[in-house]
Structures are given as structure tokens and as C-alpha cells.
């Protein structure tokens, strides 16, 4: 089993930046990948970035050059700093995980409660 738990969602201005950071505890070994993903109202749920165990990133779209996911591989705390924040990006931003299970041998997935981030115009 694995547990996620997201802090620093709040309420900023346009423009603002603000710092996510996602806690994993629990069965966290051989984890391959970790990433942030966000629901607005009324819209499916979108993945805004990704790394990889091999440090690799990936970013949507719509955030690349503004955002920054990372990740402390010994703590297993993935963060997410998010610059020139924009209204339409208010919504719950939630934390993913999956791993392999020494169980099952298969991939399990891992979602955190989400925080929610409102940009304000």
C-alpha cells in the first residue's frame, strides 16, 4: 500500500506562483513514475507533468516553461513549482503514483485526496 498526501494548494493571484509537494509513504519501492494531475469543474481530470524513476519529465501542452516537477528519490516527495499561474488553471490538482507490485507483478496506481488551487484574475 502506498499513501499520498498533497500540500501547498491555495489561493493566488494571476501571475503568482505557487509550490505543490506530494509525501508518498508506505510500499514506495520500485516506483516508475510519479505526476501531478488536475480536474477543473466540469472538465476531465488532465495530466500537467510527469518524471520518471529515470529522472525523465514530461509536461502538457499548456505548461511547459512555466512549470517544474521534481522529485527526491530518498524521501519520495515529488513537487511541483508553478509559475505565471492562470485563472483557467483553478482546479484540484492531485498526485499520482505507480509501481511495480513484488505482489502481483503488475502495475499499481496511487492517487492523493488533491489540493485545490484557485488563480484569481
Known amino acids: 500500500q502506498v499513501q499520498l498526501v498533497e500540500f501547498g494548494g491555495g489561493l493566488v493571484q494571476a501571475g503568482g506562483s505557487l509550490r505543490l509537494s506530494c509525501a508518498s509513504s508506505?510500499?514506495?519501492?520500485?516506483?516508475?513514475?510519479m505526476a501531478w494531475y488536475r480536474q477543473a469543474p466540469g472538465k476531465q481530470r488532465e495530466l500537467v507533468a510527469r518524471?520518471?524513476?529515470?529522472?525523465?519529465?514530461n509536461y502538457a501542452d499548456p505548461v511547459k516553461g512555466r512549470f517544474t516537477i521534481a522529485r527526491d528519490s530518498i524521501k519520495n516527495i515529488v513537487d511541483l513549482q508553478m509559475n505565471s499561474l492562470k485563472p483557467e488553471e483553478t482546479a484540484v490538482y492531485y498526485c499520482?503514483?505507480?509501481?511495480?507490485?513484488?505482489?502481483?507483478?503488475?502495475?499499481?496506481?496511487?492517487w492523493g485526496q488533491g489540493t485545490q488551487v484557485t488563480v484569481s484574475s
Open positions: 499520482n503514483l505507480d509501481r511495480l507490485s513484488w505482489v502481483s507483478g503488475r502495475t499499481e496506481d496511487y
Open positions: 508506505g510500499s514506495t519501492s520500485r516506483i516508475n513514475s
Open positions: 518524471i520518471s524513476s529515470d529522472g525523465s519529465t
